[in-house]
């Protein structure tokens, strides 16, 4: 079993920035990704970060949404992902979620392919 837990939801401005964080605690996974939904919308992957789940390689996935303003890493001694997102837009609020996996069978920002889920954390970008 894997219990994922998200940090670093809040409140700013358009233009601002904000960092989440997710701390993993269980089984070891190998790949992890953060997913955001917003009212009224499907739940979609904002970026990933694979490692060792074929058949994808290791590297970063974003969707375009977010690319050059978002950045998802990793600190596998802390157990912990991080997304730093910069030049915040209204259209990114929504309820942040991290989620993670062993197996990659749709794709590194489809939901289905994760079957472990936090509890979500918000954030709301006012113009």
């Known amino acids: 079993q894997v219990e994922l837990a998200e940090y670093g939801g809040d409140s700013v401005q358009g233009g601002g920035s904000l960092g989440l964080s997710c701390t993993t605690s269980?089984?070891?996974?190998?790949?992890m990704a953060w997913f955001r939904q917003s009212p009224g919308k499907g739940r979609e992957g904002v970026a990933a970060?694979?490692?060792?789940?074929?058949?994808?390689?290791?590297?970063?996935y974003y969707a375009d949404s977010v690319k050059g303003r978002f950045t998802i890493s990793r600190d596998d001694s802390k157990n912990t992902m991080y997304l730093q997102m910069n030049d915040l837009r209204p259209e990114d609020t929504a309820m942040y979620y991290c989620?993670?996996?062993?197996?990659?069978?749709?794709?590194?920002?489809?939901?289905?392919?994760?079957?472990?889920w936090g509890q979500g954390t918000q954030v709301t970008v006012s113009s």
């Open positions: 989620a993670a996996t062993n197996y990659l069978i749709w794709g590194p920002l489809d939901r289905r392919s994760y079957e472990y």
């Open positions: 269980g089984n070891r996974v190998n790949t």
């Open positions: 970060i694979v490692k060792d789940t074929r058949p994808y390689e290791n590297k970063p």
